[in-house]
């Protein structure tokens, strides 16, 4: 990352470390504001918000987030060194999640829904032969328990409703995500799934052009993958040859028109 921030860095870029608090695309001259109010104006806005991980919805759930709640085995597994460990969800993700936190706890269930897997066979197999997993069938986490750090959960079965708990340390949550699109919505069309429609040719199908003209979007708000960097750089590498034909057709405009408006 480091390289790469390096070589945009080389080639003129402007990198601001900041949060983005609103947008407005409707106009010829697109506005981004920052979280100083600082004003961004240019005719062209590449969309690359990313993705963010979908959350059970518990009310324990933030409190105890870095404690013993995680979306991220690789980030957070060594923690739960010979500790009992629980992994919700029944995707591919889920089960790399509980294959890899295996290395770690001193035993894995894994939480689903349903009593099948929606994974690849590939990974049901390896998940399904190690000796430290176990599943869960038919189940949901009901809360998750604990007060300074998750001590237990407790799995509604989603076929009777009855309730047990089950003694856990660490819980990760692999159910999905969701597309960090909220700052576009009613300015770019989107799709049931609140990711960039993509609508406009000649663009490749990774990177079409939202509805707004001079709008781009490359999918990172659509593509949740652990190899991320690599995914987004090709989108993101499409998505510049289109915003440039789409400049290039209009009028010169000048460097001072996409410094910051105070």
């Not at 790469?4 to 981004?32: S, Y």
Request: net charge positive.
């Amino acid at each position: 990352m480091t390289s790469m921030r390096a070589q945009a860095e080389r080639f003129g870029a402007q990198l601001i470390t900041d949060d983005v608090t609103a947008v407005d695309l409707t106009g010829d001259i697109k506005i981004v504001k920052d979280s100083d109010d600082v004003e961004y104006r240019a005719k062209s806005v590449i969309l690359a918000m990313g993705s963010g991980y979908r959350k059970l919805g518990l009310p324990d759930e933030e409190r105890l987030s870095g404690r013993g709640v995680s979306w991220c085995a690789t980030c957070d597994g060594a923690f739960f060194r010979d500790k009992p460990i629980a992994v919700v969800g029944g995707g591919d993700s889920a089960m790399e999640e509980a294959t890899f936190l295996s290395r770690f706890g001193s035993s894995v269930v894994v939480v689903h829904r349903r009593d099948e897997l929606r994974a690849s066979k590939i990974m049901i197999d390896r998940a399904m032969k190690d000796p430290k997993i176990d599943f869960a069938w038919n189940s949901a986490v009901e809360t998750i328990n604990g007060e300074r750090s998750v001590e237990s959960i407790t799995l509604r079965d989603t076929t009777t409703g009855d309730l047990r708990d089950v003694p856990v340390n660490g819980l990760f949550i692999a159910i999905g995500h969701d597309p960090r699109s909220e700052l576009v919505k009613g300015q770019v069309d989107l799709d049931p799934k609140a990711m960039c429609s993509s609508r406009v040719a000649p663009l490749p199908p990774t990177c079409q052009a939202c509805s707004r003209a001079a709008t781009s979007s490359t999918t990172p708000t659509a593509r949740p993958s652990q190899l991320r960097v690599r995914v987004f750089r090709g989108p993101g590498r499409r998505a510049l040859p289109a915003v440039d034909r789409r400049l290039s057709s209009q009028e010169t405009f000048s460097k001072k028109e996409i410094q910051p408006w105070q």
